[in-house]
């Protein structure tokens, strides 16, 4: 007996499932960091739980879960994961040093009674991830930064932190001009740290975060020539950085140079950088279009773009001291 035909919709079925089948899925990881990188935490954290069922022995999906928690402020559950992390491979220096960022933010919303023992356990993570890793830069700042800024009762102090500096300048100088400057700021020697910052970026940093922050820290100091030197050095290091477009607006803006197309850059960003808390935030971006309005006499749309500002975010001080300063205008 001959076996049934298949009908032209059931075999065009049949054809478009095995193609389905034959195209490489994107792995869980992989999706998770693309959500991530868009700003998309609570898809990313959905996926990683259930790729962590799956894969209960995957510190990578640990890590991430760390970064998704941190970003979505849910520390007690960046914490966890971060411990995960560390027991599933202790000789980890990236683990460790999630860890110990992980202990600090908790430490650094909690009462002074339970700050003290998780602060101790932050410096420990950060000190066990330089110890497995020396050239683990991110852990190395974290712990310099740790010893400028926390008290001696918590085993801080500027002292431990010099020789670490030293170090760091020898493996490299931009790394430890950088180090240096965080040291003083904390200090308030903000022309001490000027120079350091400027330092670093002549020794090229090739790391986006921190050549960023030197930028936000210029800008800060009304230093336009040296926000759009950091700006260009961001470049280098990724042309497509969204953060390139934010710092060069500012630069200009601060110089008082090129407004439309600081314009431009601003309302680009606003478009297009994802809400990550290593990026500039949106409130920040209309802060500076209200400063670049307010420069061009344009009150009104100054005043716009800084009630922009506090929409997003109630607390934001520069834009409320700006509208103040506006007043009846």
Not at 118 to 143: C, I
Not at 183 to 197: E, M, P, R
């Amino acid at each position: 007996m001959r076996a049934p035909r298949l009908t032209v919709t059931a075999a065009t079925f049949l054809t478009i499932g095995f193609a389905l089948w034959a195209i490489p899925q994107e792995a869980p990881l992989d999706a998770a960091k693309s959500a991530f990188d868009k700003g998309e935490y609570t898809k990313a954290i959905s996926i990683l739980q259930a790729a962590a069922v799956k894969e209960p022995g995957n510190g990578d999906i640990q890590l991430w879960m760390v970064k998704s928690y941190l970003e979505t402020e849910q520390i007690d559950a960046a914490v966890s994961s971060a411990e995960k992390a560390v027991a599933i491979n202790p000789k980890s220096s990236t683990y460790h040093d999630w860890l110990g960022q992980a202990y600090g933010e908790k430490a650094s919303r909690a009462s002074m009674f339970s700050a003290y023992p998780l602060a101790r356990k932050t410096q420990k993570e950060f000190e066990t991830a330089v110890q497995l890793d020396e050239r683990n830069f991110d852990a190395m700042q974290n712990l310099i930064e740790y010893d400028c800024t926390a008290p001696s009762v918590v085993g801080g102090g500027e002292d431990k932190a010099r020789p670490l500096i030293q170090k760091l300048m020898g493996m490299d100088a931009a790394q430890g001009y950088y180090a240096q400057g965080n040291c003083l700021i904390q200090k308030k020697d903000f022309v001490g740290a000027d120079a350091q910052f400027a330092k670093a970026l002549e020794n090229k940093p090739k790391t986006a975060d921190q050549i960023y922050g030197m930028a936000a820290y210029f800008a800060n100091r009304g230093q336009g020539d040296k926000v759009l030197e950091a700006a260009a050095a961001g470049e280098d290091v990724s042309a497509t950085d969204p953060r390139v477009m934010f710092f060069r607006a500012v630069g200009w803006i601060v110089k008082g140079e090129k407004p439309s197309e600081a314009e431009k850059n601003l309302q680009e960003y606003l478009r297009l950088a994802p809400g990550r808390s290593d990026y500039p935030r949106p409130w920040s971006a209309h802060y500076w279009l209200g400063k670049l309005y307010e420069s061009q006499k344009n009150i009104a749309g100054a005043r716009s773009e800084y009630q922009a500002a506090l929409k997003l975010n109630g607390k934001y001080k520069k834009a409320q001291e700006a509208l103040k300063r506006l007043g009846n205008q």
